[in-house]
């Protein structure tokens, strides 16, 4: 098992950035493939961004390619989140989420584990 929690999240202006990390207890972090998801009030959860187990292959969702980077250092037990040029419509609660079998998931099905999530607000 594996604990997560995330943080990092903020209040930022549109075209700013933010790193999110999420820090992890328990078993061997290099175990687990890493996602991001995030949430808007009143949507569903939706998928962000992967990386496998050594970060050497990421997967991201389109409308994030190019501003946000996933990636990970496993002696530290910690999956980040670099996000540049942040829009308002990237406003959601960020959770970080970490999945036992192999490949870079794209549903909440297909990840074991989650953290609570951090807020990331983003104005115009």
């Known amino acids: 098992q594996v604990q997560l929690v995330e943080s990092g999240g903020g209040l930022v202006q549109a075209g700013g950035s933010l790193r999110l990390s999420c820090a992890a207890s328990?078993?061997?972090?290099?175990?687990?493939?890493m996602g991001w998801f995030r949430q808007a009030p009143g949507k569903e959860r939706e998928f962000v961004a992967a990386?496998?187990?050594?970060?050497?292959?990421?997967y991201y969702v389109e409308s994030v390619k190019g501003r946000f980077a996933i990636f990970r250092d496993n002696a530290k037990y910690t999956v980040y989140l670099q996000m540049n040029s942040l829009k308002p419509e990237d406003t959601a609660v960020y959770h970080c989420?970490?999945?036992?079998?192999?490949?870079?998931?794209?549903?909440?099905?297909?990840?074991?584990?989650w953290g609570q999530g951090t807020q990331v607000t983003v104005s115009s």
């Open positions: 989420a970490a999945r036992t079998t192999d490949g870079l998931g794209a549903s909440t099905g297909d990840y074991d584990y």
């Open positions: 328990g078993r061997t972090f290099s175990n687990y493939f």
């Open positions: 990386v496998s187990r050594t970060g050497s292959n990421t």
